[in-house]
Every structure is written in C-alpha cells, then in structure tokens.
T-cell receptor
Framework: DTEVTQTPKHLVMGMTNKKSLKCEQH?????MYWYKQKAKKPPELMFV???????INESVPSRFSPECPNSSLLNLHLHALQPEDSALYLC???????????????FGDGTRLSIL | GENVEQHPSTLSVQEGDSAVIKCTYS??????FPWYKQELGKRPQLIID?????GEKKDQRIAVTLNKTAKHFSLHITETQPEDSAVYFC??????????FGKGTRLSVIA
C-alpha cells in the first residue's frame, strides 16, 4: 500500500560512479523530503522541497544533489560518494508545503545504497 | 532547535500485556506529534499522530496522549501481539520546522 515509490530498491556503486535515486508520488502532495537512515538510527533529514523549491538543506555535502523536476517527482543525484554514505535513503511526502499545522509524512520503501 | 528524547530504548513485554513508550520535546512551539513503526528492512509507517489542540487520540489498540504543559507525549499499545514487534519512533515538529525524531524504541513482544 506504499503510495510513495522509490527506485531502485538496492544500489551498489563505486566511489567514482554517478547514479541517481528516484522518488514518485501521485497523492498531490506539495512537500517532498529526502532522509538518510543508518542501521538502528532514526531517519536523518537531508533536504525538503516545498512547492518544487528547495526549502531546507541540512548542510548535506555537495556530493548529494537533489532535484525536483515537478510536483510528483524527486531525484537525488549521487557523485563521488564515500563508504560512510552507505545507508537506506528514504523519500517522503506530505500535503501542503511542509509548513503550517503538521501533515502526515508518508515514506517510500527506500533505496538501500552500498558504496564500495 | 527542537530536541526529542525517547525512552526506553528497548522494551520487552509478554503477549497480551500493554506497552508504553514515552517522549519529551524541548520546543514549546511544536504542534504535531506523529508515531512511526518500522519493521526490519521496511519503511517507517505512520501509525498514529496527535496535534497540540488534542490531549488524547485512540485507534483500536493504539493510543497517544499529549501533555503540553510538561512537554511530553506517550504511545500506549494494549493487548500486544507478536506482530507489534518493531522499532517505534516518536517525532515532533513546529509550524515551519521539520520533523525531529526520537532515537527509537525496539519493542519485542514475547509469545
């Protein structure tokens, strides 16, 4: 019943590769999020897009580059990652623009990323 | 910024017993408090949430209570079942601030 779809489910890449993670939702949500989650830890916010504009960047290294082509899609471009970047990358979305009275955030199943 | 403390970090209960997980938050402006359940290898799933204008909310075996004065909120699961075993995260957010998560509670329900 996941309404936020992430691809790929698994990704293994070398430190010199360039790859992209994709996220899609068709619930009409106007806020979309990228989180990083390490084992046995809570999700850690990376980026927030509100009405297709980047509204929050939690001091994420530039080797992670987000993109929001339209209101339904969110990408995360990866380049020159480090082994410590290996984690589960979760996309989420919520109604409104991510501000105001809290709206539920719905997560996708995530992309499990391994950096060799 | 907001800081959310969650206790306990691990909790074991017998099947059929109740489980209680507690969280405290620091920012009095926080107004939305969701709880997520995450099974091993799966996504965090919203199980219940509460807003600051409500003191308690129930959904079948799950309830959440909020004490704004003390700045704490709790998750109550009654008649626990083995499928309730998972990691539970509380979170809090304000009007224009992102969700801040607690560190999680690993709940084990022993059959």
């Amino acid at each position: 019943d996941t309404e936020v779809t992430q691809t790929p489910k698994h990704l293994v890449m070398g430190m010199t590769n360039k790859k992209s993670l994709k996220c899609e939702q068709h619930m009409g949500h106007r806020a979309m999020y990228w989180y990083k989650q390490k084992a046995k830890k809570p999700p850690e916010l990376m980026f927030v897009y509100s009405y297709e504009k980047l509204s929050i960047n939690e001091s994420v290294p530039s080797r992670f580059s987000p993109e929001c082509p339209n209101s339904s899609l969110l990408n995360l471009h990866l380049h020159a990652l480090q082994p410590e970047d290996s984690a589960l990358y979760l996309c989420a979305s919520s109604q409104g623009g991510g501000q105001g009275i809290g709206q539920p955030q719905h997560f996708g199943d995530g992309t499990r990323l391994s950096i060799l | 910024g907001e800081n959310v403390e969650q206790h306990p970090s691990t909790l074991s209960v017998q099947e059929g017993d109740s489980a209680v997980i507690k969280c405290t938050y620091s920012d009095s402006a926080s107004n939305y408090f969701p709880w997520y359940k995450q099974e091993l290898g799966k996504r965090p799933q919203l199980i219940i949430d509460i807003r600051s204008n409500v003191g308690e909310k129930k959904d079948q075996r799950i309830a959440v209570t909020l004490n704004k004065t003390a700045k704490h909120f709790s998750l109550h699961i009654t008649e626990t079942q083995p499928e309730d075993s998972a990691v539970y995260f509380c979170a809090a957010r304000g009007f224009s601030t992102p969700l801040v998560f607690g560190k999680g509670t690993r709940l084990s329900v022993i059959a």
